[in-house]
């Protein structure tokens, strides 16, 4: 079992890049704690009660996971680059402390979404490998119609069987109403549960989730 925290952009990125494995860990009893930093709605022009719908959605798919605990800092929806580096490392920071974490799942440092990258640097800073830390893993994953986007390549070197979660991963991002779009688009059900398909098949298993070790002590 493991203190686990995941740190996403916006709410719905903890579901659509990781919601299986989340799954699967809350099931195993792990503990799971989610920062959501950006509103994922002011961008768009949206009004306070829509952003507060969205985290609303947010919290029904963190039950359906099985996640411990979502904190929402609502900064503005990509404007993350104008927030003191320092600041958001911090506030992970902070968090690391005091859930006691020892796995960190965060968003690749190439996706096209500058809010991803700008969280990837934040993750980076506050889990430095100091002799007194008790992190043991850090992992990047993805965000589709994100991360596929990007000219930067994702080269997963590590994944995660979720035949038995796909259907609970599926439940919990059909919550995000508005943020569901027809297929083909990658942040539809259909594109979704196939692209599960297609990282399962580079490693011979029916549906997974890919990630990128950055660090990985076998203490």
Known sequence: MANTLVICAHPDDETLGLGGTLAKESKRGSKIFVLTFADGETSRKKSK???LKRENQSKQASKTLGITTNIFFR???????????????QKIEQKIIEWDIDQIFTHYWGDVNQDHRRLFDATIIACRPTPNSKISTVMCY???SSTEWSNHTFKPNYFVDIKNFIKIKITALQFYKNEIQPYPHPRSETAVVNRSKYWGSQVGLEFAEPFIIIRKLNR
């Not at 900064?75 to 490392?89: M, S």
């Open 75 to 89: 900064y503005k929806d990509q404007l993350l680059e104008q927030v003191p580096l320092l600041e958001l490392a």
């Open 49 to 51: 009660n829509v952003v």
């Open 142 to 144: 993805e965000t589709p």
